[in-house]
């Protein structure tokens, strides 16, 4: 008995969202420049339309760079939610276009480069069950099957990022080498 009324409002509810994805789907179909986004692989309607609607009058925009904190995406330095610029964000959340980014940040980019790469290393195996269920969950989350193997380089790569005393020791090695870089570039003074 308690059930039939939530059913009830289940289905107008599935109704509702057919309904509003169908009108998605018709605004989309009619706008060149979501029907180009959409050959994109990856981009589907919603994304199309998200980018679409925020990006409305792209002029506003400097350089493609400035696009990116819009969408909650953040410049490397940033990423790591350590430090916030106050350039780019302010306490009360707003980019710097003054408005809330579009998504949330995300955690690990798009794997982009997609040349094989042989890949030996040995794991426990509760570390592969866990990599192997990770992919399954990122996978889920964009539509996509991933390779297990593929999410080790920028697991490790976005490890490395944020790993402040990493960074320290990194920037500590290359000043002594551009030190003496420019030194070697200085002419020699003549006898």
Do not use: W
């Not at 169908?22 to 990856?42: H, K, Q």
């Amino acid at each position: 008995m308690l059930v039939e009324p939530l059913l009830v409002v289940r289905r107008a509810l599935r109704e509702q969202v057919g309904m509003l994805h169908r009108r998605l789907l018709a605004i989309v179909r009619d706008d060149d420049v979501c029907r180009r986004l959409m050959t994109v692989p990856g981009v589907g309607p919603v994304v199309a339309l998200t980018y679409r609607a925020t990006v409305d009058v792209p002029a506003r925009f400097r350089n493609s760079k400035a696009v990116g904190p819009v969408f909650g995406l953040t410049p490397s330095r940033y990423q790591s939610g350590g430090g916030r610029s106050p350039q780019r964000e302010n306490r009360t959340g707003l980019n710097q276009t003054g408005e809330k980014p579009a998504v949330p940040k995300l955690k690990l980019g798009t794997i982009l480069d997609d040349r094989p790469v042989k890949l030996s290393i040995e794991l426990p195996a509760q570390v592969n069950r866990d990599l192997i269920a990770y992919a399954k969950v990122l996978g889920r989350e964009t539509g996509q099957t991933i390779e297990p193997a593929k999410l080790v380089a920028p697991m490790l790569a976005r490890f490395m990022s944020t790993d402040r005393a990493f960074a320290r020791s990194r920037r500590a090695k290359l000043e002594p080498e551009q030190s003496n870089r420019a030194a070697s570039l200085r002419p020699k003074p003549t006898l």
